[in-house]
């Protein structure tokens, strides 16, 4: 990968004098900042832009690393054997026309392939807009030359993006507005060969990368990225695109319609301890926040204290730190004592801190220095947000000594600016190169603080295949298809997972014997492969408490029976509670756990959290945590609280059957209804694939 | 109110010839366009800026309609008199040091209410920014000169803001970053006596009004504004901070703990046809979207088409269309076949539409033109969003006929832009001068698309207090406190609610006796005033089917009942949802009824919908359909369906009552279980104040 990042020298196929084409710009870019050998190939020119020009890649001398590809996809192919054969080992094709313009070019691309892997070259792109330095000055790509502008701002937040145009315009957009330093850009197109994880990888590595902002709409190996972000030391935004789409309609599970509309991915990405972003800006303003603040780390949602000049501005923003799930902080006596201390005798003292009759009594500068030491001392307080007016009859905020403050205090400091024109662009510029990010609008200023607190690396040893135990491989290996409710359980409880009583009967009287054995109240169903919703067929009669209560259902049932008119008999358990759980076979990330509140819930409040396989106590704990509705847990009106443990444990083995037998496409467990605060598993299905 | 907007003269009590005072500042922003009379009241100057100064405002000459005071808080009251002994009826004071500063100011702030309603004179303000009206280049106001940076945009939308500092700071802003028109600016401050309302109701009026934006932090008669909000024919979106406060933590009901967190100025923003902002920039955003497209209405959430540039950024868009409750169109068989006339063979024509490859092959302005016609053609699409890029190589965006096509059309069209500095400011400026509003966001564009499907304005015959018959109104007058559940029942049965069959009984005998009436199953409840939550108490015991499980309930019982020993016995209604419903007296808006799932999901979700009363039952539907699980009441796995009138003619009830008796603070009927489709009022609670 390094020969991509710091080449000793680029071969250009498709280097052209023309200055409306790409092949010029390329050219241009390089000789704006690369400071390495330039070698134009092109055999109908002796000399662009003052370089020589070579007639074919086997003419240009050392050193060469890297060839940037950008001729019509029908001469790629010829193009990358030839480069291959010169032994250039990191091959950068920028062309389109490959595997996002249908079959014939994903045949190309293939062939690409077969040739790079055979020589041991690795390909970035293509597709692609490939890289940008802007440490180094470095611009491997057609962009528009608008990209030096205003030259390439340097920063600590590199970006990698797979979609070429919006790499391009995105990365113009942020380096014109120069709001934003950027460390490097890597647009990886159709990433044939290099992808987001061999970025990822190396960017761990790069000393002038701070934080990582990534837009993708596929992972290409889940499992890899999931580790290599588990292991990273430098925070990792993530804007995951097309959460809305899947193949929900055609689920046959709970679980799986339910991880249809990106709770999967967010699970996923929570369990990997990566921020989630929705939008390109905020990704950015995510990124940047984190790169400015990379070790930040807190046990519980921070506690924000506000510095404002504006009652208004401090209200919104309180009412945006509870919607973003953050605590305002309880200021101490101490730091009450102070703040009255500058205050009018009328003002009361309070978060957010409104400074503006103490500004008019002593002048901002003191103010705002005073209010911030007094805020970054109190133990109470994980982070503050300012807010600043700048321009016009206002002195300019002195930046420094502030940011000096809450340095020396370890407190992460956000900004939030209003002012003219002339005067908000080089405060942001000014203030952001002291290392403090600062924010157009309120709620993306407490949206950021928010994505300050990060999900926490969890390392614990997960319940991996190997728990499962052989006579419930052999079970599962025998049987095949949509499995009905009692085959289900029958292999959950031999996995280990808490069952209800239950036994399969065939008529009338093996029920009442049935009912006998287990004692009422009873609940009876009609069982049937292959029929998973079972309520809305009307056959299932909860609550039976007699014989004569039996015999009435029985009959009632019995005509919408299918023709073996097989039905079970399960002992009724009253819970407080109706969870649910189940396991998805994602295509990107493999097996995939689900909990969530199950019955009527599943139906009114999409309130589910995911989570990759394999998983330990640990993590299935945490995955429960991350339910909105965790809190019923803890016991709801008097009733007992639930085992977490006994749940995660439940978590925990789905995993790890997901990874023992990789036939499951689906599991549900619907409801696992809570009783006396242990889980049992009231219904089930499994669908093997 | 027309003094205020345009007086034939103006009086400036506190004009200075000092240059960096606020009194100089009122002068120097008239003096640049107000075109009336102005008169500087200073004794201790003969002139000012130009002007003949006065050495009182009794010696000043007609026509003054207008007096503007800006001077110490002490001298304020006897600067009122004299201003009204000299005939002005419109009194802008923008001094502070009035009720936001204490008691005293306080004091002070009724004295001058006094003195201005005994002479017939309104006051603007105290501690306020006054006026600015774009259109006119008035400004009333010491405000910062840096307001003129740019000049003065003039533009449909209007702006009240209650908080002065923040009314300056965040017009400068919008006013120096240029990107947005505004008609009027009115800062209000304390609203002594002038008031949003009457603001509202001048704005609706004025006919370079299109949309309203307001920042309120309390509305001071929310009767009268929700009112004249109805009955508005011009859009308006309010910013209402403060939402996360509240007494919640000191309410006896659920209804009255649901309304703390801004459900209820939610449900009373949404009932007046009100659009509700949580930003300062999403309000302009919401507000500037609504003035361009003013009668834009939809029957259903209007259908997405987005034009874009890359696929990327359309994926993006698609996710945020589903999060904000938008649909994305399905295209037409004809706008399908004249998309793919224009595209490559291999692409596929879907909405986004991804313009790319056709764009390569025939240009952006054709393409961009051909798909807008298309798009608008189709009967399936309700609104446009199109991706702009612009700067660098790309050739500028001609919007014209763009917009043209839109208009003719009548679909809403709005702009995403990307690109350089140098060219993203002029496009929008110039493409928001043709009426389309331009975003920098993706999530900020469809949050504003789906601000155009604005709440209905309903007008319907509501269920007024007349409704609560004598009976029911003298069981209420015979009241006190918290009122036990069959107190509180009685009172809603007389009311028109259908309740559950009960008896209060003494005694195990009484008990029995009772259930014999009734007929098993039933629930025992302990009886006492003031138990509000009687399941964690343990004073509930449900379905009990038999003699001896009553006596063994009740004796279960005993120990925790209070001295008098009283229960409740209760047919045991078997639902199939529980629902609840409640009324609750807000300081500002007075009786406000609620509903919600009831039950576990009301600690589970916060999911309810509140509505000021009265109440009719289209009003009451609409609330009911403003609940996110609103679909659970269609039927559940196969259930009935509720019927949504009975439930709404409860809700119209508890309206009723509220208005009926000022002494009722609270109700709560929670659960209203359903069963068999009809609600049914099974737990109680009534708390007269």
Not at 84 to 112: C, N, V, W, Y
Not at 332 to 338: G, N
Request: hydrophobic fraction near 45%; aromatic fraction near 6%; charge should be neutral.
């Amino acid at each position: 990968m390094e020969k991509f990042f710091t080449p000793r020298g680029i071969a250009l196929i498709g280097a052209t004098a023309n200055q409306l084409k790409g092949g010029y710009a390329i050219i241009f870019n390089l000789q704006q900042g690369y400071t390495g050998r330039i070698y134009p190939v092109n055999p109908r020119y002796e000399e662009i832009a003052g370089l020589k020009c070579y007639p074919s890649v086997a003419e240009v001398p050392d050193p060469v690393d890297l060839a940037i590809i950008f001729i019509p996809a029908a001469r790629v192919l010829a193009a990358v054997s030839e480069v291959a054969r010169r032994g250039i080992r990191a091959i950068m094709i920028q062309s389109a026309g490959f595997a996002e313009s249908g079959q014939s070019g994903r045949d190309l691309q293939d062939k690409l392939l077969d040739v790079s892997r055979a020589s041991g070259a690795r390909i970035w792109g293509p597709n692609c807009m490939g890289l940008v330095d802007a440490h180094r000055k470095f611009v491997f790509s057609f962009a528009s030359s608008a990209i030096w502008e205003k030259g390439l701002a340097a920063g600590p937040v590199s970006l990698v993006v797979q979609s070429g145009l919006l790499a391009a315009g995105f990365l113009i957009d942020c380096m014109a507005h120069g709001t934003l330093g950027i460390a490097k850009a890597c647009s990886i197109g159709n990433k044939s060969d290099v992808d987001e994880c061999d970025i990822l990888e190396h960017l761990q590595a790069d000393p002038e990368t701070r934080a990582v902002a990534m837009y993708l709409e596929s992972i290409r190996d889940g499992r890899r990225f999931i580790d290599i972000c588990r292991q990273a030391t430098k925070p990792i935004v993530v804007l995951k695109a097309g959460l809305s789409r899947g193949g929900a309609a055609a689920a046959l599970s709970h679980t799986a319609s339910l991880a249809g509309d990106g709770a999967l991915v967010t699970g996923v990405l929570a369990h990997a301890g990566v921020t989630q972003a929705r939008d390109f800006g905020q990704l950015m303003d995510m990124a940047k926040t984190l790169a400015c603040y990379p070790r930040a780390r807190f046990e519980r949602p921070p506690r924000v204290a506000v510095i404002t000049y504006s009652g208004a501005a401090g209200i919104v923003s309180a009412d945006f730190v509870e919607r973003e799930g953050l605590a305002l902080a309880t200021l101490s006596s101490d730091t009450m004592a102070a703040l009255k201390s500058w205050f009018p005798d009328w003002m009361p003292v309070g978060n957010p801190v409104d400074l503006w009759p103490a500004i008019e009594r002593h002048g901002p500068d003191k103010i705002f220095r005073e209010a911030l030491r007094a805020l970054c001392k109190d133990p109470g307080v994980d982070l503050v947000v300012l807010h600043v007016f700048t321009g016009g009859r206002f002195a300019e905020t002195d930046m420094e000594p502030l940011v000096e403050i809450a340095r020396q205090a370890g407190t992460p400091l956000l900004c939030w600016v209003l002012g003219t024109r002339a005067a908000v662009r080089p405060f942001t510029v000014r203030t952001q190169a002291l290392g403090v990010p600062v924010f157009r609008e309120v709620g993306r200023s407490i949206e950021c603080a928010a994505a300050l607190n990060r999900p926490p690396a969890i390392t614990a040893n997960a319940g991996h295949a190997e728990k499962i135990g052989a006579a419930c491989r052999q079970m599962l290996a025998s049987a095949d298809g949509v499995l009905d409710e009692n085959e289900s359980k029958n292999i959950l409880a031999a996995a280990g997972i808490e069952t209800v009583e239950e036994v399969v009967v065939a008529g009338r009287d093996e029920a009442l014997t049935a009912a006998g054995q287990i004692g009422y109240p009873v609940v009876l169903k009609g069982l049937s492969d292959g029929i998973v919703h079972k309520s809305e067929r009307g056959l299932v009669v909860l609550d039976i408490r007699s014989d004569a209560q039996l015999e009435q259902a029985f009959d009632r049932l019995s005509p919408a029976l299918p023709s073996n008119g097989r039905c079970l008999i399960q002992r009724h358990v009253k819970g407080e509670l109706e969870f649910m759980a189940g396991l998805v076979r994602d295509r990107q990330f493999g097996p995939c756990v689900m909990c969530g509140l199950g019955g009527i819930f599943a139906e009114a409040i999409r309130d589910r959290s995911f989570a990759p396989a394999p998983l330990a106590r640990q993590e299935a704990l945490a995955m429960i945590d991350r339910l909105k509705s965790s809190h019923l847990l803890d016991g709801w009106r008097g009733q007992a609280p639930t085992d977490r443990n006994a749940l995660a444990d439940i978590l925990a083995t789905l995993a790890a059957l997901g990874l023992a037998d990789g036939r499951i496409q689906e599991i549900d467990l619907n409801p696992l209804v809570i009783s006396g605060g242990r889980p049992v598993a009231v219904d089930a299905t499994i669908v093997l694939g």
